[in-house]
Structure formats: C-alpha cells, structure tokens
C-alpha cells in the first residue's frame, strides 16, 4: 500500500523549469522584481505595486497537457516580462520629450547576454509600443537596470549595487 498523495499547491507546476536547464533570464527578472518593489517601497507605493512580472516561460514541466490549459487560461505567447505602469520620472536622451509626454510606462523584455526575441515577443513589444509604452529588450543585469536608471525608475546608487550585486553572483548574466 502506498502512501497518500500529498495535495498540490496550486501553481507549483507552472513554477518549475526544464530539470538541468539554466535559467539566466530568470535571475534577471526576479532581480528586476526586487529592485523595482524597492524603488516603489521608497516612493511611498505599496502592495500591489504598479507593476507586474508576466511568468511566461516556454519550457515548462507538464507537457502538451499544462499547455493547452495554460491556453485555455489565457496565457499568451510574447507577453513583455516586467511592465511597469508608471510614467517614466525622468526627462533624458533615451526618452525624448515628445515619447515621454505620451508614455504611459514600461513594457520590458529580459533576455540573458545572447538571447534572441521570438516573433510574437517582436509583435507584442510593437502593441504595447503603438499604445503608448516605452518598450525595451534589455540583455542582461548591466542593460536591465540602466535602463530602470536612465528613465527614473531606479537611482543611480541601486543601479550601481544591483550591477555589484551581479558581478559578484551571477557574471554569467551580467
């Protein structure tokens, strides 16, 4: 006689990768997510936070099966990884004046030093571009969190600990 099946949490299925596969981009994204929830803390926003990050991934456990209901839950392929819902906070070369009257935020695509957009990451970053977002790809930790500086949404000083925080932890994605 076996043992009882413990129940499942819900969601862990999604939450785990490919068994062996690195996950670079991943660490980029949760690192983003942190830095960001600080930023916001430090302004006075709090929970929930005018941003999201979008788990996506394509390489998930489960099979054909989690991915038709994946689907069948509306999950879309292309969906920019971290969009902020917040104007840029600053005023800079990256963003002229004219985009950043008419910004409304940030639709953000990591990748790891390398990585390459799919097709529907292209056509969903044009979308969010021709509504009114900022949308950037960024490779990396260094690409990542200059941008979060350059527009306002992380100080320099957190860049610049993010950036030695990376170097020292994860070279690989840097």
Known sequence: MSAPRRPRRPGVALARMTPGRDKPERRIQQRAVAELRVAFTRRGYVEPFPFFHCPNEGALVGGTREAAQRKADGVTAGVPDLVVLVRPLVHNAVL?????????????EIKAPGGRLSKEQRAM????????FLSRVTFGHRETATLYAEIGYIELVQRDSWIAWATRSDPGAL
Not at 96 to 108: I, Q, R
């Open 125 to 132: 970053l044009e979308h969010f571009a021709a509504i009114g």
């Open 96 to 108: 002229p004046m004219a985009v950043e009257s008419a910004c409304v935020g940030l639709a953000n």
